[in-house]
């Protein structure tokens, strides 16, 4: 069974760094394409930043600029490198991952999640 793992959620100072993770396990397959949700309190979930088959990246306003969604060199792995946080960044960030053989077209919205990861911006 395919499950996503994120981990990299922290309090932070505004202004301060965090790279969060995104590990497969459960399968063989690579990640093929993935996106970084977050969902701030009171607000629904919002599409961040996005990386598909051929490695188009893809990035919503809140994060242009400041994030950036890679690869691992394992193949099972993505991250979100996110840089001068905000307060208003504090959400949590939620992995979203299309894994398998044959890849999924779009940005985002693809078969597999993860539990999501707290990142607070406070100081």
């Known amino acids: 069974q395919v499950r996503l793992r994120e981990s990299g959620g922290a309090l932070v100072q505004p202004g301060g760094s965090l790279r969060l993770s995104c590990v497969a396990t459960g399968t063989i397959d690579d990640i093929l394409a993935a996106a970084w949700y977050r969902q701030r309190p009171g607000k629904q979930r919002e599409l961040l930043a996005a990386l598909t088959y051929t490695g188009r990246t893809a990035y919503q306003d809140p994060a242009k600029g400041r994030f950036t969604i890679s690869r691992g060199s394992a193949k099972n792995t993505i991250y979100l490198q996110m840089n001068r946080l905000k307060p208003e960044d504090t959400a949590v960030y939620y992995c979203?991952?299309?894994?398998?053989?044959?890849?999924?077209?779009?940005?985002?919205?693809?078969?597999?999640w993860g539990q999501g990861t707290q990142v607070t911006v406070s100081s």
């Open positions: 979203n991952a299309d894994v398998g053989t044959v890849p999924a077209t779009g940005l985002g919205e693809y078969d597999y």
